[in-house]
């Protein structure tokens, strides 16, 4: 089992910074990608940025050139650095922890998600 624990969402006007972290604990060491997803009223989640256990990064159409994901492996954390917010992303944003087992099939822990507000 894998815990996720979110923290530093909260309200920001738009063009303002957050960072958003997430403390993973548990059977770590199986992790392969972690990375934090979003879902907005109304909306389907979506993701938002990964890093994969060889720091290999992927970022979401919406947030490219704007969100950071980086990871302090001796924290067991990851960071999302968000700049320039708009109030397009407004969401509750969701840690993701997933590994694959020995057949290929993945299994994904989530945290239980921070809100992010930004106002216009």
């Known amino acids: 089992q894998v815990q996720l624990v979110e923290s530093g969402g909260g309200l920001v006007q738009a063009g303002g910074s957050l960072r958003l972290s997430c403390e993973a604990s548990g059977s770590i060491s199986r992790i392969r990608v972690m990375g934090w997803y979003r879902q907005a009223p109304g909306k389907q989640r979506e993701s938002v940025a990964t890093?994969?256990?060889?720091?290999?990064?992927d970022y979401g159409d919406s947030v490219k050139g704007r969100f950071t994901i980086s990871r302090d492996t001796a924290k067991n954390t990851v960071y999302l650095e968000m700049n320039s917010l708009k109030p397009e992303d407004t969401a509750v944003y969701y840690c993701n922890a997933n590994f694959l087992n020995g057949l290929g099939q993945r299994f994904d822990y989530w945290g239980l998600g921070t809100q992010v507000a930004v106002s216009s």
């Open positions: 890093i994969t256990n060889r720091d290999s990064t």
